[in-house]
């Protein structure tokens, strides 16, 4: 039983709100319209164990926030590549793979960061992370949250971020290479 | 040090504190390793289009028409 809950003023005096949050997550219009409506479910569901301690803003956005990280987690997780494909495992180990090295050649192109071609290709490699992996990169390296802060978000110790924040790196550069400075 | 230490490194130095020892050792790999000076300065830049995708395109805001849609959905499900 939803007690005292106008929907019609939820969803003016929240939904902007929500949506601005997810859209800034997911990229998606649909998907973060999803999002809203399934949040504000939720919010009409449990409104009876809400004690509160927050504004009801504040509380609607903390369940969209789990239900963005749960999407990501549910989501197969997309290939990793194994840092074998980076770098050497014989011979000289830990250095570069002959054709992973970088070529430093980004900083031809520093003037064109504003470039919307170039961001969306960034972002179509971004895709290709694994779910949880672009959450963590979206926050610390997009968003640039407090490191104390994403771990708390994404249930992480301090050095899963750093591992994370390197191997996606990898990744990324590999397939900005690709996509963009060498295509 | 590993290029593949040495990137580790280079990675978390944008997002966290390094030791003197981490910050020593790289220091050291950077002046030998042409390639992971390259991975430096590529990284750099990735870090910036990376940051620059906080700007985003979509409106920010529901139109009258998906909220009142919303409003919809939310009656029916109550
Ligand atoms: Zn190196």
Same mark, same amino acid.
């Given at each position: 039983?939803?007690?005292?809950?106008?929907?019609?003023?939820?969803?003016?005096?929240?939904?902007?709100?929500?949506?601005?949050?997810?859209?800034?997550?997911?990229?998606?219009?649909?998907?973060?319209?999803?999002?809203?409506?399934?949040?504000?479910?939720?919010?009409?569901?449990?409104?009876?164990?809400?004690?509160?301690?927050?504004?009801?803003?504040?509380?609607? #956005?903390?369940?969209?926030?789990?239900?963005? #990280?749960?999407?990501?987690?549910?989501? &197969?997780?997309?290939?990793?590549?194994?840092?074998?494909?980076?770098?050497? &495992?014989?011979?000289?180990?830990? %250095?570069?793979?002959?054709?992973?090295?970088?070529?430093?050649?980004?900083?031809?192109?520093?003037?064109?960061?504003?470039?919307?071609?170039?961001?969306?290709?960034?972002?179509?490699?971004?895709?290709?992370?694994?779910?949880?992996?672009?959450?963590?990169?979206?926050?610390?390296?997009?968003?640039?949250?407090?490191?104390?802060?994403?771990?708390?978000? %994404?249930? #992480?110790?301090?050095?899963?971020?750093?591992?994370?924040? %390197?191997?996606?790196?990898?990744?990324?550069?590999?397939?900005?290479?690709?996509?963009?400075?060498?295509? | 040090?590993?290029?593949?230490?040495?990137?580790?490194?280079?990675?978390?130095?944008?997002?966290?504190?390094?030791?003197?020892? &981490?910050?020593?050792?790289?220091?050291? %790999?950077?002046?030998?390793?042409?390639?992971?000076?390259?991975?430096?300065?590529?990284?750099?830049?990735?870090?910036?289009?990376?940051?620059?995708?906080?700007?985003?395109?979509?409106?920010?805001?529901?139109?009258?028409?998906?909220?009142?849609?919303?409003?919809?959905?939310?009656? #029916?499900?109550?």
């Amino acid at each position: 039983m939803s007690q005292s809950i106008n929907i019609s003023d939820w969803v003016d005096q929240y939904a902007d709100a929500l949506y601005a949050y997810a859209i800034s997550r997911v990229d998606d219009p649909d998907q973060a319209k999803d999002f809203v409506q399934d949040t504000f479910l939720a919010g009409i569901k449990s409104y009876d164990k809400f004690e509160g301690k927050s504004s009801v803003k504040t509380w609607l #956005i903390s369940i969209l926030k789990r239900k963005i #990280i749960d999407y990501y987690r549910q989501r &197969e997780a997309r290939k990793t590549t194994p840092l074998s494909h980076f770098f050497r &495992e014989n011979g000289r180990k830990g %250095h570069w793979v002959q054709d992973m090295a970088p070529k430093g050649n980004f900083a031809e192109d520093e003037s064109e960061i504003e470039n919307e071609e170039l961001k969306m290709t960034l972002q179509s490699c971004l895709e290709l992370l694994p779910g949880k992996w672009k959450g963590v990169v979206f926050d610390k390296l997009v968003d640039e949250k407090d490191s104390d802060e994403v771990c708390k978000e %994404h249930e #992480i110790t301090p050095s899963n971020l750093w591992v994370i924040v %390197h191997r996606a790196k990898l990744q990324l550069r590999e397939c900005l290479e690709k996509k963009w400075f060498n295509a | 040090m590993s290029c593949r230490k040495a990137s580790y490194i280079i990675e978390k130095r944008w997002v966290s504190k390094i030791s003197l020892w &981490e910050k020593l050792s790289l220091k050291f %790999h950077l002046m030998i390793c042409n390639l992971c000076r390259k991975y430096e300065s590529d990284s750099k830049i990735l870090g910036k289009i990376l940051k620059s995708l906080n700007k985003h395109e979509h409106s920010s805001h529901l139109s009258k028409t998906d909220k009142d849609a919303l409003k919809d959905a939310l009656k #029916i499900s109550e």
